[in-house]
């Protein structure tokens, strides 16, 4: 595994796309983004962690232990806190920005060496200058979430079950490349929830791939006991480095909490979690502008009638009853116990009525607006983008951007429609599977779609490449025979 690392081996043209990503992320470094209340939380748990040795959020005088953050961003923030904070005392979270930077970086060098293996250089190249001048994941570089490392996690799943399985397939086995995919999945999983999900394609991966191989040329599929206990062994073996990180923080839940919780809640147990609003919230919600007016005033601040749209009430009755919950809670800005019942009952009444636009239509269409919508919120845009009188600059600059990431979304998925990427149970398994996940949240976020970018990146270097599909090479192969 370590040989295709060798840097000597990179053509020029590859220094100058690195040093074109880096340049584009020092911008946006300089230029300070907006922030996130996210920030703010894993910036507290780290800090109580280093500082008082408790991995909580402090509620007034106290500290209370939680398990609402999982523990790897917010003991990232921490190290960096302890390194760099005396030296910097306020400045030291652009040292987490250039770290940020050069993980993604390299993210985009481990898909470059994916793409070099299946689409030759041409493809490489391609993949790198995509990922390098990529806005939407580099601007992310400059913000303190988790995404430029769960980026990083991703590309390197991808890298490393690539090496694992070509070892596989060819009669051997790079255990090194099983380590190191199973550290990507431990580093998704520790950072988000949702990283689950990279586990499981690459388990599932390693698994149907040693047993069934995708294309000619390789070994004859026979699920031959041997065969099976191959991949039995390189799937467990995988499982095991990548889940022994949790092990610490799901004994350390059940000692604190009394629960099983290896990864984490929504809401700390004992806290009162406002589970009746939220429910309402996904009859209806499609739109980030809902998530921003809407969902994140839930509980707090005051609502906006007006920013309640129309497919919200599905009866005048309906929405009389709307009108009054919100004017109910607008009072106090807090959920109280009939509140919560009554946005319960409100919504089992509409999800009763209309089961498809719950479970299928609204999914979809927020699963939609957060692949498309023009991603704004972390470049000083407003997110009514489209009004021209208001900020005709904006809107352009906003329309811009949607192009630019209507190429990488529609290009991307085009080169797995034409079946022209290896492996595509992992990476199609990863897109769907995840797509699901954060279609089922009643507040759609663009940033939720920034982890598909490695797929994306690699589809569309395939694309571009004019690499040919995977039919075009068995039949090749078979007239060649």
Not at 250 to 276: C, K, M, S
Not at 291 to 317: H, K, M, Q
Not at 374 to 390: C, G, I, K, M, Q
């Amino acid at each position: 595994m370590p040989a295709p690392l060798n840097t000597t081996r990179w053509p020029r043209s590859w220094w100058i796309w690195i040093a074109l990503g880096l340049a584009l992320r020092l911008a946006f470094i300089i230029f300070p983004r907006p922030g996130d209340e996210d920030t703010a939380d894993y910036l507290e748990v780290g800090h109580n962690l280093l500082h008082h040795g408790v991995y909580g959020m402090t509620d007034g005088a106290s500290i209370d232990p939680t398990l609402f953050r999982l523990p790897g961003y917010p003991i990232f923030l921490a190290i960096f806190e302890q390194l760099f904070s005396a030296i910097w005392p306020h400045a030291w979270m652009n040292t987490v920005y250039l770290a940020q930077s050069i993980a993604e970086i390299a993210a985009g060098i481990l898909l470059a060496l994916f793409a070099r293996r299946h689409f030759g250089p041409r493809g490489a190249l391609v993949a790198l200058a995509l990922a390098m001048l990529c806005p939407f994941t580099a601007v992310y570089d400059a913000i303190g979430m988790t995404e430029p490392l769960s980026i990083f996690a991703v590309a390197l799943g991808i890298y490393s079950v690539d090496r694992a399985l070509a070892a596989e397939l060819s009669g051997s086995r790079n255990w090194c490349a099983l380590v190191f995919a199973g550290c990507a999945a431990a580093l998704a999983m520790l950072l988000r929830p949702d990283g689950v999900v990279l586990f499981f394609v690459i388990a599932c991966g390693l698994f149907w791939y040693i047993l069934r191989p995708p294309a000619a040329g390789m070994p004859a599929a026979r699920s031959s006991p041997s065969a099976f206990r191959r991949a039995f062994a390189a799937a467990s073996f995988f499982s095991i480095v990548a889940l022994a990180p949790l092990v610490p923080w799901t004994i350390r839940n059940y000692a604190t909490f009394h629960v099983f919780q290896p990864l984490t809640a929504r809401a700390d147990p004992g806290e009162v979690w406002i589970a009746g609003p939220r429910r309402w919230l996904r009859t209806w919600t499609i739109e980030y502008i809902n998530t921003a007016n809407v969902c994140w005033n839930f509980p707090g601040d005051t609502i906006d009638l007006a920013d309640i749209p129309s497919r919200a009430y599905d009866s005048p009755e309906q929405r009389a009853q709307t009108v009054a919950l919100i004017e109910e809670y607008n009072q106090t800005t807090t959920i109280t116990p009939h509140l919560e019942l009554a946005f319960a009952a409100l919504a089992n009444e509409r999800i009763h009525d209309h089961p498809f636009r719950y479970y299928v239509t609204l999914p979809l269409l927020r699963l939609i607006d957060m692949l498309l919508r023009p991603r704004t919120e972390a470049f000083y845009l407003d997110v009514f983008w489209w009004r021209w009188s208001e900020h005709p600059g904006g809107t352009i600059i906003s329309a811009c951007l949607g192009l630019i990431n209507l190429f990488y979304v529609a290009v991307g998925l085009w080169g797995f429609i034409t079946r022209r990427v290896l492996w595509p149970l992992i990476f199609l398994g990863f897109f769907v599977l995840r797509s699901i996940i954060i279609a089922a949240m009643e507040n759609p976020e663009p940033r939720y779609t920034l982890m598909f970018f490695p797929v994306f990146i690699v589809g569309a270097a395939a694309v571009l490449s004019r690499s040919p599909s995977l039919a075009a090479v068995h039949e090749q192969s078979f007239e060649l025979r």
